[in-house]
């Protein structure tokens, strides 16, 4: 349990590294978010439970807010051309109160298996999940080591000793206000989308955030 006193924001989440073998060359966008988030849905698509949960929390209609899903796609980095025999790794990674749906979510992949994958639809076969901090093998082979599925707080640390920071865009970024696309994003968005994200995960899936401190960061952003 997190200490309220030494933290301003905490989340349970859980990385799991999912390994792919491919099988016949294959091309593949640079930025494989929407590839791999298309592949996650159709293999949970029959599971109605665990797909409404962590695929249909969202709402685009009109102006409204988006409500965040429970989960974070990290993609690998740039490839391309996938040969046989190649490895893609990426992270499912699964917050707060989502983790409790980690067994299913790898007993489903591990059914499935074989992923078609790319316009030309290339296969690719599930090899490994490990957990993705800790890199302990949790499925290979049809052997599951369930006690290596260990989540973890986010953060850490004691937030107190930090004395900076950094922001990576690894991938495209997009930001909307009032259901608009921001053509153009300064420091002052950067940290309120942040901080928003913040509370809307913990408020909807669990885990702690001072609402306080998030105010202030806010206000001290506006002079950078």
């Not at 990426?90 to 591990?110: M, N, R, S, T």
């Not at 993705?132 to 949790?138: A, E, F, H």
Request: aromatic residues 12%; charged residues 20%.
């Amino acid at each position: 349990m997190t200490d309220r006193h030494k933290t301003h924001f905490s989340l349970a989440y859980l990385p799991l590294l999912i390994q792919l073998k491919c099988h016949e060359t294959a091309s593949l966008p640079d930025y494989m978010g929407s590839t791999l988030h298309g592949i996650m849905g159709w293999v949970l698509l029959p599971h109605k439970e665990i797909y409404q949960y962590l695929f249909e929390n969202r709402s685009f209609e009109g102006a409204k807010q988006d409500i965040i899903n429970p989960y974070i796609i990290e993609p690998p980095g740039f490839h391309g051309v996938y040969k046989a025999g190649e490895e893609l790794r990426f992270q499912f990674i699964l917050l707060g109160d989502a983790v409790q749906y980690c067994e299913p979510v790898i007993k489903i992949l591990a059914e499935t298996r074989w992923f078609k994958m790319g316009a030309e639809r290339k296969l690719f076969e599930l090899t490994e999940i490990r957990q993705g901090q800790t890199l302990q093998l949790i499925w290979k082979n049809g052997g599951a080591e369930w006690k290596n599925a260990v989540s973890q707080l986010v953060p850490d640390t004691d937030q107190k000793n930090s004395t900076y920071g950094s922001i990576h865009f690894l991938t495209p970024l997009r930001i909307r206000r009032k259901g608009s696309l921001l053509l153009t994003v300064d420091f002052p968005t950067i940290i309120r989308n942040i901080t928003r994200r913040m509370s809307d995960l913990t408020e909807r899936y669990g885990g702690y955030v001072d609402f306080a401190e998030i105010l202030t960061l806010q206000n001290l952003s506006e002079m950078v």
